[in-house]
């Protein structure tokens, strides 16, 4: 059965694999042409680093829009081309006719099929995901945050890429037909990937917390019917993954908005100025009444950041593909018991 | 004697509307049966019950004394042939018989190859390029190298030319017969079964309508016509199974296995088509009602 299972998917695969590889290979010409300007930039540099790397970082954008929509749609490709179309094809052609009076049962068919595309899918994803995160290397060494393009490097795209063709299978065992299960499983890909990320991944493992002062990090004000609200951002370790940051006063309590702003109206006025009628935006204070106010606020509170510290990052991307993983056996055991039990 | 298909009770219902109700047969091993009935009978529903591609709303089938879909054993007993013919379009022929091979431990790879060859199929094709008549082919050359003991076709002419028909069901009567196996062979036209049936089963509106042996099933209807009279007053091991009337004279289709021996009668043989679309209409307007029916027309 594994046989005729890979002759059955031995195209698609193939294809896809050639794609990959055609995408590889761009990759790798490209990957050692930034590899040599890193090098010649900023792997020397001795003085003058930050202009050295902001010259690098300015180098690769087409290659990077490229690689960031590949690695964000490719997982959801997966589901939609592979994995809907595994049953819906049988039941619209009626091959399941066919298939399911040869000698193989019919779980043992659908088992088999689901192992050996499942497969494929999580070879072809690791490929792909191990060509970006190479391709990124230098890069995100120098630039970005690693949790802020967590989703789409290192294993979690692996994770996704199997989820979606699980929950293609599924969907196309329940609805039958390939172009409804396409979009549905297209809309229920997004829905777990964004559920996911807003309302489980934060919670997974409880955050640190940090205590520092106000001049660390950004600041801003937004005032809206003349309350002012202050606006904390970037005080949390670097490369670390800031949950949220809260004003505290000297004993350790959240002030309440309205607190914060009377104490706003009563230090700063020059800051407290609503926008002219008709602005949505005020006029930039003067900034040595902004530095003035900053210094003023950080007497009376402090900040309290709650933070996913970045030795956590490799912790995270296990977590994250530990738990597409198990909603694709979740979907997959959702599929036999349809195909199995239910009656064709 | 072995039982190659026997249902009791058995049903089969797609929402509200059953598309089998209590039906209960036995159909000997050996023998080639013809499942007939018009379109909309349940012939492809109790088929797909005896395969195991569904599963009954109510009562039992076996197949072969098999439960269906028990086990890969109970599989490779039969072979079926689903309606349409059923092939991967994207697959070559070559492709299938690999596939036969792969899915089937007693594949006969002889057969199927020598097969292909004398059909002229070319293995490098794809199967949905193949001709209808090409493409029943290949499924039989399929479903017959599993050396299954019973192989069940559902409709397998219904889409063919008549040359088509007539080489495929000229393909299958040689087959069958070298290879001792046994078929239920659906169909709505009796014609395409009444060169290679011998024993009938006729299916009307999701209920059995007759079962029997072809010849004993011919020895055992007559065409009676003669002077106008009540049914009724026929002897009572005559069943009427039809009666038209026309002016002075009365038409009857009846079953009996004794001898017809009033003399008013003019007895003559009927085809296995009149009987059959007898019962069809029987099934279907419900059983004669005999005076009544008369009465009308006086």
Known sequence: MIRFAWLQSRTQTLVTAALLTALAVTATITGVHFSNLYHS???????????????????????????????????????????????????????????????????????????????????????????????????????????????????????????????????GALVRRTLPAMAATLVGFVFARVAVQLWVRPHLIAPLHKATSLLVGGMGFEISDGTVHVITKGAAPANSWEVSSNLATSSGLTPTTAQVSAYVHQYCPAIAVPPAAGQSVGKAPDPSAFQACQSQLARAFHLVVSYQPASRYWTFQWLETGIFVALALLAAVGCYWVVTRRTA | MTVALEANGLGKRYGRRWALRDCSLSIPQGRVVGLVGPNGAGKTTLLHLAVGLQTPTAGTVSLLGD????????????????????????????????????????????????????????????????????RAQLALTLAVAKRPELLLLDEPVASLDPLARREF?????????????????????????????DYLVVLVAGTVAVAGDVDSLLASHHRLVGRRRDPLTLPSDQSVIEASHVDKQTTLMVRTDAPILDPGWTVTPVTLEDLVLAYMRRARDGAVELSTGLAAVQ
């Open chain 1, 41 to 171: 930039l900023v792997g020397h540099c001795q003085t003058g680093c930050d202009l050295a790397t902001s010259d690098f970082l300015s180098h690769g954008h087409f290659m990077q829009r490229m690689l960031d929509l590949v690695a964000q749609v490719v997982p959801a490709l997966f589901g939609i081309f592979w994995g809907a179309p595994l049953l819906t094809r049988e039941f619209e052609t009626g091959t399941y006719r066919l298939a399911w009076t040869q000698s193989v049962t019919r779980s043992r068919w659908l088992v088999t099929k689901l192992a050996v595309v499942g497969t494929a899918t999580a070879v072809l994803a690791g490929a792909l995901t191990l060509t970006i995160t190479w391709w990124y290397r230098q890069f995100d060494v120098l630039d970005s945050n690693q949790y802020a393009v967590f989703e789409r490097r290192d294993i979690a795209p692996i994770g996704y890429a199997v989820f979606a063709f699980a929950l293609g299978t599924l969907v």
């Open chain 2, 67 to 134: 439960r269906p879909g028990s086990g890969p054993a109970a599989l490779a007993r039969f072979g079926f042939l689903a309606q349409d013919a059923p092939t991967y379009s994207r697959l070559k022929v070559r492709e299938h018989l690999t596939m036969g091979a792969y899915l089937n431990p007693a594949w006969d790879t002889a057969f199927a190859s020598a097969r292909t060859e004398e059909l002229r199929l070319d293995p490098g094709q794809r199967a949905g390029t193949l001709s209808g008549g090409q």
């Open chain 2, 169 to 197: 069901l000229q393909t299958l009567m040689e087959v069958v017969a070298s290879r001792s196996i046994s078929v239920v062979l659906s169909s709505h036209l009796i014609a395409d079964l009444e060169r290679v049936c």
